[in-house]
Each structure stands twice: as C-alpha cells, then as structure tokens.
C-alpha cells in the first residue's frame, strides 16, 4: 500500500474520532476536532492508503510545533507509520517539537524516544486517570 500524508478533511474526522475512542481514555470528538482545526495554528495530518490509518493533530506557531495528538490504528501499530508522520513534521521549517504524554504511557514515551526526542521535564500531576486519580505528565522535545 503506497502511503501518502496530507491535510485532514472536515469530512474525516469521524474516522479520526473512531480511532481515538480506540486508543485513549479522553478520546477528542468529531466537535473538538472542528473547534481545534477552525484556530489557524492548528493542523490534522492523515497518514492513508486506500483508507485512513493515523493521524497527527499539533500547534505550528512560528518555529515551533506542539504535538497534541498522535494515533494509529491498532491494527496498524508497529508498523512505523506513526515514525513517518513524525518524519513529515520534522521536514517543516522548525526549531523545536514540543509533546507531553502520560508518565504511564511506556509505549508512548519509547516510541518519541526512538525517535529523536529527550525528556525535558514533568508537570506534576497532569493528567485525570478514569478513577480521578492523577498521574504525571512527562515533557519531551526534539530539534529536527
């Protein structure tokens, strides 16, 4: 399947709604990804073939980026499709990639690694477990 990256359409973010009730505890709706995409420093990228995989939802303000999302379909995971959305961005005109995922998320947090991020730093109690409880968030950042 020959792998093509572009702009997320309006259209598509029932899939990409889907794909975040599959992958995350605090999954963004089809609203929140309307809302977030109407502010113009906000961009979706899909990763597709003959259907959509993965996506990559960020800030690019300046020379800087911040991931906000990242998620590829289970059945797709592991196959370094995620890796090539981070390749794209790492293409752009930038300085600095900024991310911040749970502390619990080893796979995560192994996945940026690998891919040229370094841990900067922890927010304290960040993120809202769903028996409210808290857990940290740890910050990573890249230059490309």
């Known amino acids: 399947m020959k792998l093509i990256i ?3 359409k309006k259209s598509e973010y029932p899939f ?8 995350f505890d605090s999954p963004l709706s089809i609203n929140d990804l309307e809302i977030m995409n109407s502010q113009k420093s906000f ?6 073939g003959d259907y959509l995989i993965g996506y990559i939802c960020y800030f690019h303000v300046k020379d800087e980026i911040e991931i906000i999302k990242l998620g590829i379909m289970k059945s797709h995971q592991g196959k ?3 890796s090539y959305l981070i390749q794209k ?4 005109p930038i300085k600095k ?3 911040e995922v749970s502390c619990l998320n080893k796979i995560a947090i192994n996945f940026y690694i690998k891919n040229g991020f370094k841990k900067i730093g922890i927010r304290k109690n960040y993120y809202i477990l769903k028996n ?12 490309p």
């Open 132 to 143: 409210n409880s808290r857990t940290d968030a740890l910050r990573l950042s890249c230059e």
């Open 89 to 92: 961005i790492k293409s752009l």
């Open 16 to 23: 990409i709604a889907d794909i975040e009730k599959n992958l």
């Open 6 to 8: 572009s702009q997320c």
């Open 43 to 48: 961009k979706t990228w899909k990763i597709h």
């Open 97 to 99: 990639i900024f991310i």
């Open 80 to 82: 370094n499709y995620g």
